[in-house]
């Protein structure tokens, strides 16, 4: 069973900078999508960044495009998501997720309930204004 575990989360002032990471146990796939979730207190789940082995466009949400950087180090079964200029309504829970299949696509595998096959149990970001 995969397991997914990140790190990294804090309280950082707006316009400061974090690293998230999320170790996985395995990842025994040829094929996969991973990426990083938020949510927010009172607001539904949102898919931040994603990527899957079967797409080359990796998918970013409207509202951290240009600030948030996603990548991999396939070595340590790492995936780390680079936070730049935080705002106040960056503040959210963080959870990386996972799929054994990366047929969606980086966006479907984002924006979709139910695409998801393991989740982490999450960090949280805290961004004072």
């Known amino acids: 069973e995969v397991q997914l575990v990140e790190s990294g989360g804090g309280l950082v002032q707006a316009g400061g900078s974090l690293r998230l990471s999320c170790a996985a146990s395995e990842f025994p796939f040829d094929d996969y999508a991973i990426g990083w979730f938020r949510q927010a207190p009172g607001k539904e789940r949102e898919g931040v960044s994603c990527f899957a082995s079967t797409d080359s466009r990796t998918y970013y949400a409207d509202s951290v495009k240009g600030r948030f950087t996603i990548s991999s180090d396939n070595a340590k079964n790492t995936v780390y998501l680079q936070m730049n200029s935080l705002k106040p309504e960056d503040t959210a829970v963080y959870y990386c997720?996972?799929?054994?299949?990366?047929?969606?696509?980086?966006?479907?595998?984002?924006?979709?309930?139910?695409?998801?096959?393991?989740w982490g149990k999450g960090t949280l970001v805290t961004v004072s204004s």
């Open positions: 997720a996972a799929a054994a299949t990366g047929y969606a696509g980086s966006r479907i595998f984002c924006v979709s309930d139910d695409a998801q096959d393991y």
